[in-house]
Nanobody, 121 residues
Framework: QVQLVESGGGLVQPGGSLRLSCAASGSIFSIDAMGWYRQAPGKQRELVASFTSIGTTNYADSVKGRFTISRDNAKNTVYLQMNSLKPEDTAVYYC???????????????WGQGTQVTVSS
């Protein structure tokens, strides 16, 4: 099995910054894609930022220029640096990884447990 452990959420004032981390562990041959999603109350889960299977990055339009995704492949860890936070960024942030557990095996999608980010004065 594969586990994703997130950390770094919390309460921050508008204009502040937070850094989220997500570490993958377990039966991992390779990680094809990894990224962050968020879900606000009453809304659908949406992509925030991700690394694609070819190593490029995707960002939601609402976070471009404010959020930066990065990774440490040796640690199977992805980070999300969030700057200039706004109240509308308030949500539960989830890490997702598309993992291949063996060399020629299929890709499985795994989710972390979520970490709350609250932007409020």
């Amino acid at each position: 099995q594969v586990q994703l452990v997130e950390s770094g959420g919390g309460l921050v004032q508008p204009g502040g910054s937070l850094r989220l981390s997500c570490a993958a562990s377990g039966s991992i041959f390779s990680i094809d894609a990894m990224g962050w999603y968020r879900q606000a109350p009453g809304k659908q889960r949406e992509l925030v930022a991700s690394f694609t299977s070819i190593g490029t990055t995707n960002y939601a339009d609402s976070v471009k220029g404010r959020f930066t995704i990065s990774r440490d492949n040796a640690k199977n860890t992805v980070y999300l640096q969030m700057n200039s936070l706004k109240p509308e960024d308030t949500a539960v942030y989830y890490c997702n990884a598309k993992v291949r557990r063996e060399r020629l095996g299929p890709t499985y999608s795994y989710w972390g447990q979520g970490t709350q980010v609250t932007v409020s004065s």
